[in-house]
């Protein structure tokens, strides 16, 4: 038995050995002593702040998402040590799997998600900019920044590595330091799996602390700029959310608590369909994966009445052949309990259930361990007769127990899901893509998540429950009323979002991005002469023109095969409410634009990659002289690639100086000279 340490301010703390004493989920031997005596919890959130909080807020969205590529690639290398002491927590490796390469994975989601989606800055825009007087010399803009805070997690004991980096990622990409809260009883591998993080001296300093033991006045020291992220059981819930901290000054709270998950069989589902192979084998999954201690585990299997006997027997039939035991063998398919005060737990709960419903299956052979020392329980699979019952609805066994229960029709299912009062998932098991339409809508409202499941997706879904970092992970009601991770929604919960009013120029000099109405800077010659780093923000050029006549439109439905009516039937074109004679297409306005302004010679710019944001604002006819004007919009440096992204500002205008066509143009521009053997020291000329 080891006396766990917490990590804060910079140190490793050491309290005295006295604390709560963790066992064994197999052996019942003592694994740990947890205690967070002596620790200075005003000290700790302030070190966040100040030395973390700094750090971090003056790193851009990139290098925060660089700093979590490297840490998951670092986790994933030193993860057998991980994997030796979970079974410790009663879990296979299959379990652990999902805890602990799963943990990595998210951080790894997370930092691919920063750099394909966020901008190299460490400002982000929210949504376009908006003009407020008639000649744009007042706008506005929303902007995203930091809180100035801390993010602190309290976790729960089922997944104490995940549950732990779920919550890290956003926070980290987002710019806001971490304190991390395990739940006692598996705090071991959370302190062993910071102990690696603190050992990459990856993380700047105070940017990850651990407290291992009670968080005694932690939350008292917390504000407006801060946040608290709690998962755990929806009465514990509740009581954070009255904290003064929360009430009073503000502080961010968001909960993922226990749900009565539920999987509905589709009414032609029946035996021998694909689906129903696939949701006997599901619930058997969601009972038995980490003994059933999870969130998102199925508490719910709702079958049509015709069905429920052939269900009831396949499932009870594939529970027996399920192998209990030893979770450190690879023929285990199920483990312990993580303790057995959380079996006994779990007893209380199936006893409360089988008040009103019937035991089909609650025995098993356990494999090479003495289920007495050990926190084992057997597969426990009940029958409800009476599905309205409102017990089966309301009494989560945390464990590897479910509840089959039969439905009349699609309205009496979608009544009976609704009964957990708010869930994080729902699975649907049907063929019918009228049934899947009908049971989705009808229960989308008390879920975070709704999986539909056919035969096409068999070996490809990622399951009924496994959240992944670009969904949310969360849901309404019972469930905490919560949202985790999401992708960008997860980041934008750490961030606060400020309406920034001024002008044009102001406003591009605050948020690095190009406002319209701002200076654009015409006096450097032709823009794609410039390396990625010679480029300023507003460097811009207004090119030559060109006049658009028949030939070319008719050339150019010719070479493309685009003969609609408005560019080649003159009387349909006349005809047209919007057009009213013969047109030039879309995209040809976009052709002739490109070649007035794109450099023909090797140059900085490598390549175009795209167009984002086109509108074709008025049409544009054979006669009109066209020019553009192309800006320097943003700019994003691609770390160690030689180059980086600029989006370019494109309007073409008319004769007359109205907008036909805006878009943003995407380049790829070499930050270096020399590009394909060319000189570019004369990109002034």
Known sequence: MRTLESYVQGVWHAPAPTGTVTHHAVTGEPVSS?????????????????????ALGSLTFHERAALLKALGQYLLAEKEGLYNLSTATGATRTDSWIDIEGGAGVLLGYASKGRRELPNSTVLLDGDPEILARDGSFIATHIATPLNGVAVQINAFNFPCWG???KFAPALLAGVPTIIKPATQTAFLTEAMVRLIVESEILPDG????????????????GGQDLIGFTGSASTAALLRAHPSVVERSTRFNAEADSLNTAILGHESGPGSP????FVAEVVTEMTVKAGQKCTAIRRALVPHRHLEAATAAVAASLDAVRVGDPADPDTRMGALVSKAQRTEVLNAISTLTRSTTVITDSCEFHGV?????????????RSDNPTDPSVHTTEAFGPVSTIMGYTDQADAIHLTSLGGGSLVASVYTADPNEARALTTGISAHHGRVLVVDASISDTSTGHGSPLPNLVHGGPGRAG???????????????????VQGSPDMLTAIT????????????????????????NIGTAIRTDSRTVTLNDIEDFAESTGDHFYAHMDEAAAAASPIFGERVAHGYLVLSLAAGLFVWPDPGPVLANYGIDRCRFAKPTYPGDTLTVFLTCKRKTLRSGAGYGEVAWDAQVLNQNDDVVAAYDVLTLVANHPGVNGVPLNQAEN
């Open 370 to 382: 003495d289920p007495d020392k050990g926190a084992f329980l057997a597969p426990t699979l009940l």
């Open 34 to 54: 947890v205690s967070s005596n002596g620790i200075d919890f005003a000290g700790t959130v302030a070190y966040a702040k100040e030395v973390g909080g700094g």
């Open 275 to 278: 689906e129903f192979e696939l």
């Open 512 to 535: 690095g991005e190009w406002m319209p109405g701002s200076a654009r800077h015409l006096d450097r010659g032709h823009p794609f002469k410039l390396t990625f780093d010679d480029l």
């Open 481 to 499: 009323g919560g949202e985790e991770m999401g992708g960008l929604r997860g980041i934008r919960h750490h961030l606060q979002t400020t309406a």
């Open 164 to 166: 732990a980096l779920e």
């Open 207 to 222: 940017a990850l602390q651990l407290i291992c033991g009670d968080i005694g006045d932690l939350l008292g020291h917390l």
